[in-house]
């Protein structure tokens, strides 16, 4: 399944944490230690009493909570409540900290308070799929820890939430924010960038190709412009890219042949035009390509195993299209092949004065 058609992020942080604490609880206490770990507590603990007061404002803050999975959080044992993952803290092996929260599919209604900031040892926080409302509490940037943060599928509102560009490692999902994004984000050191499914409204920059992210998915946005030729200085490292329904109105700049570890690149639904330039016949590892409803004329490519590209121009379609695993084709001018577009609309389409795309990748205001 591609990446980009789950909200969920990996989940092989929070199973570290899950090992650390088991380990933890196995080996008793570090040589030195006045008290047991697995026994510390909030009463005890000066890091699990920062985490207690954060985690009791949550619960408070919180209106509704129909699976009661904050009902059991009372008391200093931080470390048993449901949801919260401890292990030793990185400044002092004899503690134990809050090293993970996750409250996924809680159906939670709450917004989320400023005391989170509290929780400085935390490396992964999940809250996707419940009713938090409101921004991003401003003390986010405390938590120079974090790791992954997801709040996706909430009814949080408001622009970007800048500040949390100030988390050096940070990967973070959420939706339904609006406004423009700050170019910065392409230039922070993370591996998966996900600001899919918002309504920001933005032009990629052209520090694009500053990312060094193995993944970038910003399908269902509202992007302006056109895709820089900056594009090709990511080859080192994209494996997806996946621009699904974003409003692009743009060519594919030649610079794309030079992501040369992409596997998967979806442009669909957008305003595509031209012809897929013929650097992309250097796109090696290419699984997956997805141009369909560009409304533009396209040229196939030679190695592909996925390859989809209805609702097109195409005028013609190789002998090994017809051998890929998945191969749709429908609705285009392709002689011979069953349900593509009347003569007339392809006649109409093929008529038109060709396409001129400038050095960026744009639509060309004079020929």
Same mark, same amino acid.
């Given at each position: ?34 008290? #047991? %770990? ?26 509704? !909570?129909?699976?009661? %999975?904050?009902?059991?959080?009372? $008391?200093?044992?931080?470390?048993? &409540? ?41 490396? @992964? ?21 974090? &790791?992954?943060? !997801? @709040? ?27 406004? *423009? @994004? ?35 998915? #910003? ?8 895709? *820089? ?11 997806? #890219? =996946? ?20 596997? =998967? ?10 012809? #897929?330039?013929?650097?992309?016949? $250097? ?25 989809? &590209? ?33 003569? !007339? ?7 038109? *004065? ?6 960026? $990748? ?6």
């Amino acid at each position: 399944m591609p990446l980009h058609e789950t909200c969920c992020l990996s989940p092989l942080l929070l199973a570290a944490v899950l090992l650390l604490s088991v380990a933890l609880l196995c080996s008793g206490h570090p040589p030195g230690c006045p008290v #047991l %770990l697995p026994t510390q507590t909030a009463d005890n603990n000066p890091q699990l009493q920062r985490a207690y007061v954060a985690l009791q404002a949550l619960k408070k803050a919180v209106t509704d !909570d129909p699976k009661n %999975l904050t009902e059991g959080w009372c $008391g200093p044992y931080v470390c048993a &409540y449901f949801g919260v993952f401890c292990a030793p803290s990185l400044d002092d092996p004899c503690a134990r900290s809050v090293a993970g929260v996750d409250l996924n599919h809680g159906d939670l209604a709450s917004m989320l308070p400023f005391e989170l900031g509290l929780l400085t040892d935390i490396a @992964v926080l999940h809250l996707n799929s419940n009713r938090f409302a409101g921004g991003l509490p401003d003390s986010l940037p405390k938590l120079s820890l974090l &790791y992954e943060l !997801d @709040v996706s599928n909430n009814r949080l509102s408001g622009g970007f939430p800048q500040h949390i560009l100030c988390i050096p490692n940070v990967k973070f999902v959420f939706n339904n924010l609006c406004g *423009p @994004v700050p170019p910065a984000i392409f230039d922070k050191k993370i591996n998966a960038l996900f600001i899919n499914n918002n309504h920001f409204d933005f032009e990629l920059p052209y520090n694009f190709g500053n990312s060094i992210a193995s993944v970038i998915v #910003l399908a269902n946005v509202r992007l302006r412009g056109c895709i *820089p030729s900056s594009i090709g200085r990511i080859g080192g490292t994209l494996n997806e #890219l =996946v621009l699904l329904n974003s409003g692009i109105r743009s060519c594919i700049p030649p610079e794309i042949g030079a992501l040369r570890k992409l596997t =998967v690149l979806d442009v669909s639904f957008n305003q595509l035009q031209g012809q #897929l330039p013929e650097s992309m016949a $250097g796109l090696r590892s290419l699984e997956q390509l997805d141009v369909a409803h560009s409304g533009g004329h396209l040229r196939a490519l030679p190695r592909l195993s996925n390859f989809t &590209y209805l609702f097109n121009y195409f005028c013609g379609e190789p002998e090994r299209c017809a051998t890929l695993r998945r191969n749709d084709d429908r609705q285009n001018c392709i002689a011979g092949k069953p349900d593509q577009r009347p003569t !007339d609309q392809c006649m109409a389409f093929l008529h038109r *004065p060709p396409v001129h795309c400038d050095g960026h $990748g744009c639509f060309a205001q004079h020929y």
